[in-house]
């Protein structure tokens, strides 16, 4: 049996080196402390766990659920757009559909989207998603650095006409993933007018659109005037809500897209458990206070790992969003060697930046996913094993 070509292209997965290393140290008995997974470590709160017991007892529920979502679903969402961020006027037939997290419909948005000989505009570092879809779908991905000189934005100066033109959809991801880093509504307002002078649609994946701190409130590419006009936008429960496993999101935006996306997904999946639909309307009415209350965890990690770091010498500010700390690797190291070292050293595991893409050398992630206490403990070992950023 061969499996298909197309297999041979995607590139190996992330934490596979790095998982046959960690498994054969904790084979000889050392305690890793892992800060590679952005999968949050607390449950998910009450109110949508009491949604969930309710909804699964009433039997209307256990059916095929429809497959844009259920029509309460989706106009929790649309009202949840408006109450978030102001934009209103969504129309929740058209304009939205649910999906299972957002990691598959970013995936089939590809296929909607791109045919052999496209070009997507990825990010780089990214989400790995992003490219391995374009090459299921048989595209060409053009990636954008994101470079610390520029604040981790893509430069659109610097992508060349002849692959604007062939391009089909355009991907950025803030508060984003890897790197932490923020784009404004005026930066988002650059990225509408470059969509629609070359006819692409740009899909703003806003996995982390609630985990932000210090009272900073990232904003949706959708509250750009006519940004509806040529964009899309992800959301998911899964980060902000401790509900990585219930696998719900939803898609807003451009109806064309929407149509395409919902074209695919009829013929790929059945939708959302419709139970889950139902916790996820009570998500969305989680009050301000409840939702600081669940991102203290992460901001008080952040502090902790960012002032350790800080003590070693390490040039880094706390980021104001995401799950995670983009750090760069001391003089004299590439990235792998210094993941390396920390896993040999310390017993410490963290992703390497270039995992992420190439432009993510020179770096490493740390999730803030465990315990303070681990957190601490962390920092303690690296004070131990004598390594400082200089
Ligand atoms: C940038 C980004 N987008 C999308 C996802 C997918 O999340 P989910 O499918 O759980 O919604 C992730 C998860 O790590 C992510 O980091």
Known sequence: MQPAKRLEQIPPYL????????????????????????????????????????????????????????????????????????????????????????????????????????????????????????????????????KAENNFLPDLNTIPEEIARKAKLLWINYPNNPTGALASLEFFAELVDFCKQYNILLCHDHAYSEMAYDGYKPPSVLQVPGGKDVAIEFHSLSKSYNMTGWRIGFVVGNAIGIQGLRQVKTNVDSGVFKAIQKAAIAAYSTTEAELQNLMSVYQKRRDIIVQGLQSLGWPIEPPKATLYVWVPVPPG???????????????????????????????FRIALTIPDERMHEAIQRLKDAGIRYA
Request: net charge negative; charged share 20%.
């Open 333 to 363: 190291y590439s990235s792998a060697e210094f993941v390396d070292l920390l896993l040999d050293k310390c017993g410490i595991m963290v992703p390497p930046g270039n995992g992420y893409g190439a432009n993510g050398e020179g770096f």
């Open 15 to 146: 934490f596979a080196e790095i998982n046959r290393k960690r498994e054969k140290l904790v084979a000889e008995g050392v305690d890793i402390i892992n800060l590679a997974l952005g999968d949050p470590d607390t449950q998910t709160p009450e109110h949508i766990l009491q949604a969930m017991h309710t909804a699964i007892d009433d039997v209307s529920t256990h059916n095929y659920p429809p497959y844009q979502g259920t029509r309460e679903f989706r106009e929790a969402a649309v009202n949840w757009m408006e109450n978030r961020f102001g934009v209103t006027g969504l129309n929740p037939e058209t304009e939205v559909i649910s999906s299972i997290g957002s990691k598959e419909a970013i995936h089939n948005t590809f296929l909607a989207f791109v045919e052999p000989g496209d070009y997507t505009l990825i990010p780089d570092p990214g989400y790995p998603v992003y490219q391995t879809a374009t090459i299921f779908a048989g595209g060409e991905p053009y990636t954008m650095p994101l």
